[in-house]
């Protein structure tokens, strides 16, 4: 399956953006998903997450400010990013399953 991450951007401190992450076959409630940032210097992030079906799981840093979503009808998995921050820039990686995307570059100013 491969993925096409989009929606990354320069955006101002306390605004919005959505990543979506388009898979060119069909997923299903039943495939894990995800968001990875990789910002310079630092650890990779789970930024949210979706197993199963089940309820998502999000990193304490976003946790009120960000929503993962999947759409299985369109192959999609988005993530609503609200209230964003300078330390939220980074580089922004989705997984469907097994599956990468390629990464969208998020970058906030303050």
């Known amino acids: 399956v491969q993925l096409q991450a989009s929606g990354g951007g320069l955006v101002q401190a306390g605004g919005s953006l959505r990543l979506s992450c388009a898979a060119s076959?069909?997923?299903?409630?039943?495939?894990?998903v995800g968001w990875y940032r990789q910002a310079p210097g630092e650890n990779r992030l789970l930024v949210a997450s979706?197993?199963?079906?089940?309820?998502?799981n999000y990193a304490a840093s976003v946790k009120g400010r960000f929503t993962i979503s999947r759409s299985v009808a369109e192959n999609t998995v988005s993530l609503q990013m609200n209230s964003l921050k300078p330390e939220d820039t980074g580089r922004y990686y989705c997984?469907?399953?097994?599956?990468w995307g390629q990464g969208t570059q998020v970058t906030v100013s303050s």
């Open positions: 997984y469907i399953g097994q599956s």
């Open positions: 076959k069909r997923i299903t409630v039943t495939n894990r």
């Open positions: 979706m197993m199963r079906g089940g309820d998502p």
